[in-house]
């Protein structure tokens, strides 16, 4: 026989062992515990493994006068589902992850059916669940087979826009699973907690509706009665008989929601500051360069009075998300006001002074005068700058403060160039290294030769503490080099904010190299993890620290959305604002959560690249092993409820279904980006990258 029946034993749904979660699995004691409530559930029994002594008959002859009960004498079919200890609990669904059968008739059939059942809990690769229990160890449940007239999921809150007051049910004709397996979208309702019709799609005639308004209030009433039986929101299956009567069959907790913005979070974006710090920045190069980039935009915006005070204690303009740079936009005027028509008729708006200021000529007037002094200042501090070698530990700590006031007035002033003074010719610095780069290589001198000839080739190159990669191996058509001298103001500006970097950086290697040779520190790795008091504490002459050895670097992270706010738990939320999302690149379908994600598009066909965004037509369970590490998942077809979905949230992959023809609009080997929260897919914008090349 091979299914071992003679080891399991019988608990009727309507017995009181049965709600016990740890004896007959999280789904079968749901449903007992609902049966026992009064909702609408299906009779049936759960087999159980009897060793240890369960307390209750077990063996064939119990199993097969359970099953003949049920079946009845005219050979009712049943449904035979695993109710395994790992799924439909508060931390994971694993939807779909092990076997249901359908329709199962005769004895036989059901003997096949519970041998399947308990097989794949030994087949089920489940991510963060390896060692799933032994077929031995998972309950099985069994209950009659409903022969349904319209089936679907009904969710007691609304897991992607995360709202409590509404209700979402998908349903098809027939039953859940064809729905729950990925193969249809099906219609989807949003409701509210009081049975109004907030919207469907697709679009349904009255008359035509698959859920009218009596069905649509037996579901609601259903879905709250469930609520205040478990405590919480449920994720429900559920079906009406071709006698329309309503029966639920599966209850359990929704396991992820889509993450949403903080209540008044601020809007952010790395589109300011990315060509600055395009990548993982560790915590010593954050306070290093972006602390004073951060203190030199308050000054500038102190200075034309476009920010009250109140809100530059408060609010920096520039800070890190997951290491990465991302810049406050209003703060900075990179996105319109949310209340342009207040700002109209508001007479203290400081944009008016300054504009006042720029007529009067003030600050058009003294700028150029100040940075041109401060230019020069910085270049003679720079020229006097001692090898770092010959440096002791507290000439570098005078340097490294030094670097970082300097860079507080290089920033303010850099920023005030660029919005009051209107600099827009006279090249720029990456050109003129550009420039000195070509006809350098023409007289075939080495780039390390003339990157130490030729500073302004460090424009080339983004501010880090490791040392300098090599220079880019495409130069382009340049013009001839005219010497930093003729650069704009801004551009000098920007110039002399590289070279303190770079000063600063070439300190902290030494200072690492000495800490290593030492014995202190295993390297520039290891220093980079810490915070600039406690450099300065090691530059003073404080002792290494232990815990310090337990610090690991900041590990590479996706690119932050274009626009976005910060979860309560200070995760990006993709935002649209503005005509974000109307390219017609980009396509729209239904997200299902995950948040935004960056990647290479795979339909799983060859080696898997990596960040990939899995591209498909259906949301097949079977892809669940393939969720890990992924960066999105766009679908054809499929409901935002279907198991792939939900696990898709679980493990916070950026998931878009109902994408018409996904496969054929984004190829393999595309960079798309997935939003999951506004449903929308599309191509990386690579205009930035194109125009730095």
Same mark, same amino acid.
């Given at each position: 026989?091979?299914?071992?029946?003679?080891?399991?034993?019988?608990?009727?749904?309507?017995?009181?062992?049965?709600?016990?979660?740890?004896?007959?699995?999280?789904?079968?004691?749901?449903?007992?515990?609902?049966?026992?409530?009064?909702?609408?559930?299906?009779?049936?029994?759960?087999?159980?493994?009897?060793?240890?002594?369960?307390?209750?008959?077990?063996? +064939?002859?119990?199993?097969?006068e359970a099953w003949r009960e049920l079946a009845g004498t005219d050979g009712r079919p049943l449904v035979?589902?695993?109710?395994?200890?790992?799924?439909?609990?508060?931390?994971?669904?694993?939807?779909? +992850?092990?076997?249901?059968?359908?329709?199962?008739?005769?004895?036989?059939?059901?003997?096949?059916?519970?041998?399947?059942?308990?097989?794949?809990?030994?087949?089920?690769?489940?991510?963060?669940?390896?060692?799933?229990?032994?077929?031995?160890?998972?309950?099985?449940?069994?209950?009659?087979?409903?022969?349904?007239?319209?089936?679907?999921?009904?969710?007691?809150?609304?897991?992607?826009?995360?709202?409590?007051?509404?209700?979402?049910?998908?349903?098809?004709?027939?039953?859940?699973?064809?729905?729950?397996?990925?193969?249809?979208?099906?219609?989807?309702?949003?409701?509210?907690?009081?049975?109004?019709?907030?919207?469907?799609?697709?679009?349904?005639?009255?008359?035509?509706?698959?859920?009218?308004?009596?069905?649509?209030?037996? +579901?609601?009433?259903?879905?709250?009665?469930?609520?205040?039986?478990?405590?919480?929101?449920?994720?429900?299956?559920?079906?009406?008989?071709?006698?329309?009567?309503?029966?639920?069959?599966?209850?359990?907790?929704?396991?992820?929601?889509?993450?949403?913005?903080?209540?008044?979070?601020?809007?952010?974006?790395?589109?300011?500051?990315?060509?600055?710090?395009?990548?993982?920045?560790?915590?010593?190069?954050?306070?290093?360069?972006?602390?004073?980039?951060?203190?030199?935009?308050?000054?500038?915006?102190?200075?034309?009075?476009?920010?009250?005070?109140?809100?530059?204690?408060?609010?920096?303009?520039?800070?890190?998300?997951?290491?990465?740079?991302?810049?406050?936009?209003?703060?900075?005027?990179?996105?319109?006001?949310?209340?342009?028509?207040?700002?109209?008729?508001?007479?203290?708006?400081?944009?008016?002074?300054?504009?006042?200021?720029?007529?009067?000529?003030?600050?058009?007037?003294?700028?150029?005068?100040?940075?041109?002094?401060?230019?020069?200042?910085?270049?003679?501090?720079?020229?006097?700058?001692?090898?770092?070698?010959?440096?002791?530990?507290?000439?570098?700590?005078?340097?490294?403060?030094?670097?970082?006031?300097?860079?507080?007035?290089?920033?303010?002033?850099?920023?005030?160039?660029?919005?009051?003074?209107?600099?827009?010719?006279?090249?720029?610095?990456?050109?003129?290294?550009?420039?000195?780069?070509?006809?350098?290589?023409?007289?075939?001198?080495?780039?390390?030769?003339?990157?130490?000839?030729?500073?302004?080739? +460090?424009?080339?190159?983004?501010?880090?503490?490791?040392?300098?990669?090599?220079?880019?191996?495409?130069?382009?058509?340049?013009?001839?080099?005219?010497?930093?001298?003729?650069?704009?103001?801004?551009?000098?500006?920007?110039?002399?904010?590289?070279?303190?970097?770079?000063?600063?950086?070439?300190?902290?290697?030494?200072?690492?190299?000495?800490?290593?040779?030492?014995?202190?520190?295993?390297?520039?790795?290891?220093?980079?993890?810490?915070?600039?008091?406690?450099?300065?504490?090691?530059?003073?002459?404080?002792?290494?620290?232990?815990?310090?050895?337990?610090?690991?670097?900041?590990?590479?992270?996706?690119?932050?959305?274009?626009?976005?706010?910060?979860?309560?738990?200070?995760?990006?939320?993709?935002?649209?604002?503005?005509?974000?999302?109307?390219?017609?690149?980009?396509?729209?379908?239904?997200?299902?959560?995950?948040?935004?994600?960056?990647?290479?598009?795979?339909?799983?066909?060859?080696?898997?690249?990596?960040?990939?965004?899995?591209?498909?037509?259906?949301?097949?369970?079977?892809?669940?092993?393939?969720?890990?590490?992924?960066?999105?998942?766009?679908?054809?077809?499929?409901?935002?409820?279907?198991?792939?979905?939900?696990?898709?949230?679980?493990?916070?992959?950026?998931?878009?279904?109902?994408?018409?023809?996904?496969?054929?609009?984004?190829?393999?080997?595309?960079?798309?980006?997935?939003?999951?929260?506004?449903?929308?897919?599309?191509?990386?914008?690579?205009?930035?990258?194109?125009?730095?090349?």
């Amino acid at each position: 026989m091979g299914v071992g029946l003679e080891r399991l034993a019988v608990v009727p749904l309507d017995a009181e062992a049965a709600r016990d979660r740890s004896l007959t699995g999280p789904k079968a004691a749901n449903l007992a515990r609902a049966a026992a409530a009064g909702l609408p559930v299906l009779p049936g029994f759960a087999l159980v493994p009897a060793e240890p002594p369960s307390g209750h008959p077990y063996g +064939l002859s119990v199993v097969r006068e359970a099953w003949r009960e049920l079946a009845g004498t005219d050979g009712r079919p049943l449904v035979v589902r695993s109710s395994s200890a790992h799924e439909d609990t508060t931390d994971s669904s694993m939807a779909g +992850l092990f076997a249901s059968e359908l329709d199962v008739r005769g004895w036989d059939g059901f003997l096949a059916a519970v041998g399947k059942v308990l097989d794949s809990s030994r087949r089920a690769r489940a991510p963060g669940h390896a060692g799933a229990e032994a077929s031995g160890g998972m309950a099985v449940l069994v209950q009659p087979m409903v022969r349904t007239a319209v089936g679907g999921v009904m969710f007691g809150a609304d897991p992607v826009a995360v709202r409590a007051d509404r209700i979402l049910v998908s349903a098809v004709r027939g039953g859940p699973q064809q729905l729950l397996a990925g193969r249809v979208q099906g219609v989807r309702y949003q409701l509210t907690r009081h049975g109004r019709l907030l919207a469907s799609e697709p679009r349904e005639h009255r008359r035509d509706r698959l859920l009218g308004q009596r069905r649509t209030w037996r +579901l609601v009433r259903l879905a709250r009665k469930a609520e205040r039986v478990f405590g919480g929101p449920q994720d429900m299956e559920f079906g009406f008989d071709t006698a329309d009567t309503l029966w639920l069959f599966q209850a359990r907790p929704i396991t992820a929601t889509a993450r949403v913005a903080a209540r008044g979070a601020r809007l952010l974006g790395p589109g300011p500051v990315a060509e600055t710090f395009p990548g993982v920045l560790q915590p010593l190069e954050e306070d290093l360069w972006l602390a004073p980039m951060s203190h030199g935009l308050t000054l500038a915006l102190d200075s034309v009075g476009t920010t009250p005070r109140r809100v530059l204690r408060t609010v920096p303009p520039v800070t890190t998300v997951a290491g990465r740079a991302a810049a406050d936009l209003r703060l900075l005027g990179a996105v319109p006001s949310a209340h342009p028509l207040l700002d109209f008729v508001n007479p203290l708006p400081g944009a008016r002074r300054a504009a006042a200021a720029w007529r009067v000529g003030r600050l058009r007037s003294t700028l150029p005068l100040l940075a041109v002094d401060l230019m020069a200042d910085v270049d003679r501090e720079l020229a006097q700058v001692p090898c770092p070698r010959e440096m002791l530990s507290g000439q570098i700590l005078a340097a490294l403060t030094w670097g970082r006031s300097v860079l507080s007035a290089l920033h303010a002033q850099e920023s005030l160039a660029g919005s009051l003074s209107g600099q827009g010719g006279g090249g720029t610095a990456v050109g003129e290294a550009l420039a000195v780069l070509a006809e350098g290589r023409a007289q075939g001198t080495p780039d390390a030769e003339l990157l130490t000839r030729h500073p302004v080739l +460090l424009s080339l190159l983004p501010p880090s503490l490791e040392r300098p990669h090599g220079l880019s191996r495409r130069t382009g058509w340049t013009g001839a080099p005219r010497g930093v001298e003729t650069l704009p103001v801004r551009e000098g500006l920007r110039l002399r904010i590289r070279w303190v970097q770079e000063m600063q950086a070439s300190l902290v290697r030494e200072y690492a190299d000495r800490l290593r040779a030492a014995g202190r520190c295993d390297g520039l790795s290891r220093l980079s993890t810490l915070r600039w008091p406690e450099l300065a504490d090691l530059l003073g002459g404080a002792p290494w620290t232990p815990g310090f050895d337990t610090r690991e670097p900041r590990p590479q992270s996706p690119p932050l959305p274009a626009v976005f706010r910060l979860s309560p738990d200070g995760l990006p939320v993709a935002a649209p604002v503005g005509d974000r999302g109307r390219d017609d690149d980009r396509v729209t379908g239904q997200g299902a959560g995950g948040g935004y994600g960056t990647g290479t598009a795979w339909h799983r066909r060859g080696p898997r690249p990596g960040h990939a965004v899995l591209v498909v037509r259906t949301l097949d369970p079977a892809l669940a092993a393939e969720l890990p590490e992924l960066s999105g998942l766009v679908a054809e077809t499929g409901s935002v409820l279907s198991h792939l979905a939900v696990l898709a949230r679980e493990y916070n992959v950026p998931t878009v279904v109902g994408v018409p023809n996904a496969v054929e609009r984004f190829p393999q080997g595309c960079e798309l980006t997935v939003d999951g929260t506004g449903g929308t897919v599309g191509p990386v914008d690579t205009g930035a990258e194109e125009d730095a090349a």
